[in-house]
């Protein structure tokens, strides 16, 4: 293939001034002491706040999520309100990290130099458990593998003022979910997942490290002014429906980009059709169609829900204040999608995206039309998005019939609880046995296959074209077991149960029949299964570990030596001069996800080493020029290298560099090492059709520019490798980016931006952690 020649030539970055100045110390000064109490997030003295901010602002009726958000205003009378245009300053309750992002972010923290939260926070043991026995076996495993790890985000805990939960506590949005979600609470979470906690109120929002630790530093929060997306239901689920269906109708209709900029509310009667764990399984996959979050009405189902988790005067404060819990009659939403509950379908999603949405009764055909493969060699259910005890008790009532009949699974089957307390309750009340009996292996409380931890290669190798069934969230390219040739589904996880009883994607458990091993035919009944156990929940052990009320003595060890751990030094100031003469690095063809950027599975181990995690940055990206994976031209010495490489090789010879991408750059998950690291190896610019939110701000927040193209057809003239500038004139719009082409020629293109006057002092210092300091 004939290579091409391009170069970034210019960007003036005479930015403006004029944001908002305020000290970081004052803040956390008045704010530090409500990080030392237990804090009680369900008290009417939250409530009242909230319900004053909301009087300031109302001069219409308005959604929930509206009323939610600018309850949580820093200054809602001198806070300006325009839906999808103005940045809104907010003051979330709580910030939760999960053990893979938490590392960087309290590197971050631990660089701000400040002694304690300003909010309650909370680290969550989720991510660096690999699924490779079972449950106890790979807990242990990790335990070992991880100590040095644990034992950072354990003492980093203590002596900062969070919350810790040991691995084997569970997934971060059930612990969350079980303890500290609440009607009306605002609640940021390092995870993209964290929507997730909508099913009880609250507006939970997934964001990068450095956003957690502006809260955590207790400094307002800034958001986009969200719009608001109404999902009205009506109808009632029944039959082999569940909720899941719900968001796996929505993505298919809003697709993976659909919901950016916006909050997705549930409204409508059909609301009270879905138990509250349900509308979580909703909530959770918002991430999947870009959405800011996503929220549901403060109902009889979350007051249930709150009294059976022990959370009883947290239930009543909300009956209380229940209508700033619920939208206003006559509110107006920026668009609106119906769905009848009782036609909807059962759903099955994918492979490769999350919004390519087929009815179950037709997924067989659609495959063998594909050409993708019928059988189901693995059926995994649970994770964040589908393990309550409804969940696993649907799916334990179908087992239980197929073990009536003699049958067991076709095809391999595993469990993933979703906390300590949902496993110790389903094997109290059985259903863990029952999916065991028929095939099941019950792994640990933890995020495992769902986000490619899952030590898989005994069925099939690498490259190797096969089918999995998951009731997980997320179905990218090689996300689940790292082989780009798995085909991955996702649906509920009591379809998953009926087809790896079945064994084939053509199974319609509404229509088709199964075999036992008598030949005897037979169908399965329609799953059931309790909201809630009769009896109370089992907590099981006991793994929370609260920051202690003095912590001078704590020490926060990072060998200079570690592989895993690294502190970070500060990245440098912008020099006020034009970024010049960068080169292309890479010109991504198609969907580029934060997977795609920055890999999860083995590299998770990373996560804490910014030098040694970037080694994975891009290498899951297809090049525009050769169609090749990790494969780019090194324009100083015209050979070719992995882009990590390359990036180095063009840092150390100080040549500033940029990547070019398609649609929606940075989809999935919020880590923000997908930022961090072409920031840290001399990356300037993202140039892009368009961005996923949390990306976007990530980027801004580590001193890169992220652009889009004004016209994006000019993602086409853009021929890799090469180089480009950048002329840019203070507050003026849109920028200008100068090509030039290996024969000489040059032509320009328009890039916009939508950088705010506190988010160009970011860029100016290097980054929102060096602004940070600055303020100081």
Same mark, same amino acid.
């Given at each position: 293939?004939?290579?091409?020649? +391009?170069?970034?030539?210019?960007?003036?970055?005479?930015?403006?001034?004029?944001?908002?100045?305020?000290? +970081?110390?004052?803040?956390?000064?008045?704010?530090?002491?409500?990080?030392?109490?237990?804090?009680?997030?369900?008290?009417?003295?939250?409530?009242?706040?909230?319900?004053?901010?909301?009087?300031?602002?109302?001069?219409?009726?308005?959604?929930?999520?509206?009323?939610?958000?600018?309850?949580?205003?820093?200054?809602?009378?001198?806070?300006?309100?325009?839906?999808?245009?103005?940045?809104?300053?907010?003051?979330?309750?709580?910030?939760?990290?999960?053990?893979?992002? !938490?590392?960087?972010?309290?590197?971050?923290?631990?660089?701000?130099?400040?002694?304690?939260?300003?909010?309650?926070?909370?680290?969550?043991?989720?991510?660096?458990?690999?699924?490779?026995?079972?449950?106890?076996?790979?807990?242990?495993?990790?335990?070992?593998?991880?100590?040095?790890?644990?034992?950072?985000?354990?003492?980093?805990?203590?002596?900062?003022?969070?919350?810790?939960?040991?691995?084997?506590?569970?997934?971060?949005?059930?612990?969350?979910?079980?303890?500290?979600?609440?009607?009306?609470?605002?609640?940021?979470?390092?995870?993209?997942?964290?929507?997730?906690?909508?099913?009880?109120?609250?507006?939970?929002?997934?964001?990068?490290?450095?956003?957690?630790?502006?809260?955590?530093?207790?400094?307002?929060?800034?958001?986009?002014?969200?719009?608001?997306?109404?999902?009205?239901?009506?109808?009632?689920?029944?039959?082999?429906?569940?909720?899941?269906?719900?968001?796996?109708?929505?993505?298919?209709?809003?697709?993976?980009?659909?919901?950016?900029?916006?909050?997705?509310?549930?409204?409508?009667?059909?609301?009270?059709?879905?138990?509250?764990?349900?509308?979580?399984?909703?909530?959770?996959?918002?991430?999947?169609?870009?959405?800011?979050?996503?929220?549901?009405?403060?109902?009889?189902?979350?007051?249930?829900?709150?009294?059976?988790?022990?959370?009883?005067?947290?239930?009543?404060?909300?009956?209380?204040?229940?209508?700033?819990?619920?939208?206003?009659?006559?509110?107006?939403?920026?668009?609106?999608?119906?769905?009848?509950?009782?036609?909807?379908?059962?759903?099955?999603?994918?492979?490769?995206?999350?919004?390519?949405?087929?009815?179950?009764?037709?997924?067989?055909?659609?495959?063998?039309?594909?050409?993708?493969?019928?059988?189901?060699?693995?059926?995994?259910?649970?994770?964040?998005?589908?393990?309550?005890?409804?969940?696993?008790?649907?799916?334990?009532?179908?087992?239980?019939?197929?073990?009536?009949?003699?049958?067991?699974?076709?095809?391999?089957?595993?469990?993933?609880?979703?906390?300590?307390?949902?496993?110790?309750?389903?094997?109290?009340?059985?259903?863990?046995?029952?999916?065991?009996?028929?095939?099941?292996?019950?792994?640990?409380?933890?995020?495992?296959?769902?986000?490619?931890?899952?030590?898989?290669?005994?069925?099939?190798?690498?490259?190797?074209?096969?089918?999995?069934?998951?009731?997980?969230?997320?179905?990218?390219?090689?996300?689940?077991?790292?082989?780009?040739?798995?085909?991955?589904?996702?649906?509920?996880?009591?379809?998953?149960?009926?087809?790896?009883?079945?064994?084939?994607?053509?199974?319609?458990?509404?229509?088709?029949?199964?075999?036992?091993?008598?030949?005897?035919?037979?169908?399965?009944?329609?799953?059931?299964?309790?909201?809630?156990?009769?009896?109370?929940?089992?907590?099981?052990?006991?793994?929370?570990?609260?920051?202690?009320?003095?912590?001078?003595?704590?020490?926060?060890?990072?060998?200079?030596?570690?592989?895993?751990?690294?502190?970070?030094?500060?990245?440098?100031?912008?020099?006020?001069?034009?970024?010049?003469?960068?080169?292309?690095?890479?010109?991504?063809?198609?969907?580029?996800?934060?997977?795609?950027?920055?890999?999860?599975?083995?590299?998770?181990?990373?996560?804490?080493?910014?030098?040694?995690?970037?080694?994975?940055?891009?290498?899951?990206?297809?090049?525009?020029?050769?169609?090749? +994976?990790?494969?780019?031209?090194?324009?100083?010495?015209?050979?070719?290298?992995? +882009?990590?490489?390359? !990036?180095?090789?063009?840092?150390?010879?100080?040549?500033?560099?940029?990547?070019?991408?398609?649609?929606?750059?940075?989809?999935?998950?919020?880590?923000?090492?997908?930022?961090?690291?072409?920031?840290?190896?001399?990356?300037?610019?993202?140039?892009?059709?368009?961005?996923?939110?949390?990306?976007?701000?990530?980027?801004?927040?580590?001193?890169?520019?992220?652009?889009?193209?004004?016209?994006?057809?000019?993602?086409?003239?853009?021929?890799?490798?090469?180089?480009?500038?950048?002329?840019?004139?203070?507050?003026?719009?849109?920028?200008?980016?100068?090509?030039?082409?290996?024969?000489?020629?040059?032509?320009?293109?328009?890039?916009?931006?939508?950088?705010?006057?506190?988010?160009?002092?970011?860029?100016? !210092?290097?980054?929102?952690?060096?602004?940070?300091?600055?303020?100081?």
């Amino acid at each position: 293939m004939a290579s091409y020649c +391009v170069t970034v030539t210019r960007l003036r970055l005479a930015l403006g001034t004029g944001a908002r100045r305020f000290h +970081v110390a004052a803040v956390f000064s008045a704010r530090a002491g409500a990080a030392m109490s237990r804090f009680e997030p369900g008290s009417s003295i939250g409530y009242g706040k909230m319900h004053e901010n909301i009087g300031v602002v109302r001069r219409r009726p308005l959604t929930l999520s509206e009323k939610n958000v600018y309850g949580h205003l820093d200054d809602p009378s001198g806070q300006e309100i325009d839906r999808g245009r103005t940045y809104l300053r907010l003051r979330p309750d709580r910030v939760a990290l999960q053990d893979a992002t !938490a590392q960087m972010a309290m590197l971050q923290f631990i660089s701000s130099g400040l002694p304690k939260v300003a909010v309650p926070s909370t680290i969550h043991c989720d991510h660096l458990i690999e699924a490779q026995i079972g449950g106890a076996q790979d807990l242990q495993r990790a335990k070992e593998v991880n100590q040095e790890v644990y034992n950072f985000l354990a003492t980093s805990a203590a002596k900062y003022g969070v919350g810790f939960w040991k691995p084997g506590s569970g997934i971060i949005h059930q612990i969350i979910l079980e303890n500290y979600a609440y009607p009306g609470v605002m609640l940021i979470g390092t995870d993209s997942h964290t929507p997730n906690g909508g099913c009880l109120g609250g507006i939970c929002i997934g964001v990068g490290g450095a956003d957690a630790v502006d809260v955590m530093a207790g400094i307002p929060w800034e958001l986009k002014c969200p719009k608001v997306i109404g999902v009205r239901l009506t109808g009632t689920l029944s039959g082999w429906t569940s909720p899941k269906d719900v968001i796996l109708k929505v993505a298919g209709i809003l697709t993976v980009k659909g919901g950016t900029g916006a909050i997705v509310e549930y409204h409508g009667p059909g609301v009270d059709s879905i138990s509250c764990t349900g509308m979580a399984t909703i909530c959770n996959m918002g991430a999947e169609i870009g959405a800011t979050t996503l929220v549901f009405p403060y109902n009889h189902r979350m007051k249930t829900y709150l009294q059976k988790t022990g959370r009883r005067e947290i239930a009543s404060a909300a009956d209380e204040f229940r209508d700033d819990l619920v939208p206003d009659e006559g509110c107006e939403y920026d668009q609106v999608i119906e769905i009848n509950l009782s036609e909807l379908k059962p759903h099955i999603n994918g492979p490769f995206t999350p919004d390519l949405a087929h009815p179950v009764s037709e997924i067989g055909a659609v495959a063998k039309k594909s050409g993708w493969p019928l059988e189901v060699k693995v059926g995994l259910i649970g994770s964040c998005t589908n393990s309550s005890y409804e969940d696993m008790g649907r799916a334990a009532s179908l087992a239980k019939q197929a073990l009536h009949k003699g049958l067991k699974c076709k095809a391999q089957f595993t469990v993933t609880p979703g906390s300590e307390q949902i496993r110790a309750t389903i094997e109290r009340d059985g259903y863990a046995k029952i999916l065991s009996d028929v095939g099941g292996v019950i792994l640990a409380n933890a995020c495992g296959p769902c986000i490619g931890q899952w030590d898989r290669y005994a069925d099939v190798k690498r490259g190797e074209k096969n089918t999995i069934v998951t009731s997980f969230n997320r179905n990218f390219t090689a996300r689940n077991d790292a082989n780009p040739a798995t085909h991955a589904f996702v649906t509920s996880p009591e379809i998953v149960t009926a087809l790896a009883l079945a064994g084939t994607l053509s199974f319609n458990p509404e229509t088709n029949y199964l075999t036992s091993p008598s030949g005897e035919k037979f169908k399965l009944e329609p799953p059931t299964g309790d909201e809630l156990p009769s009896r109370d929940f089992d907590p099981g052990q006991d793994t929370y570990q609260h920051p202690p009320a003095e912590s001078a003595s704590v020490r926060v060890d990072v060998s200079p030596s570690s592989t895993r751990l690294q502190l970070l030094e500060p990245f440098d100031k912008w020099n006020g001069s034009d970024l010049e003469d960068m080169r292309v690095l890479i010109k991504v063809q198609g969907k580029c996800t934060t997977d795609h950027i920055s890999a999860a599975g083995p590299w998770l181990k990373f996560h804490g080493h910014l030098d040694n995690i970037s080694n994975n940055m891009l290498i899951g990206a297809i090049n525009m020029e050769n169609d090749a +994976v990790n494969r780019v031209k090194n324009q100083l010495t015209g050979g070719y290298g992995g +882009v990590p490489d390359v !990036a180095r090789f063009y840092k150390a010879n100080g040549v500033n560099w940029v990547v070019v991408g398609d649609e929606n750059y940075g989809e999935g998950s919020s880590r923000e090492h997908a930022a961090l690291e072409p920031r840290h190896l001399g990356g300037r610019a993202i140039i892009v059709k368009s961005f996923a939110r949390i990306h976007e701000t990530n980027l801004k927040k580590q001193g890169l520019l992220p652009l889009t193209f004004s016209n994006p057809d000019d993602y086409d003239r853009q021929n890799p490798p090469g180089r480009q500038d950048f002329n840019h004139r203070p507050q003026v719009l849109p920028l200008t980016a100068v090509i030039k082409h290996c024969d000489g020629s040059q032509e320009s293109v328009s890039l916009s931006h939508t950088f705010n006057e506190t988010q160009i002092e970011w860029f100016k !210092a290097g980054s929102a952690l060096n602004r940070m300091k600055e303020l100081q």
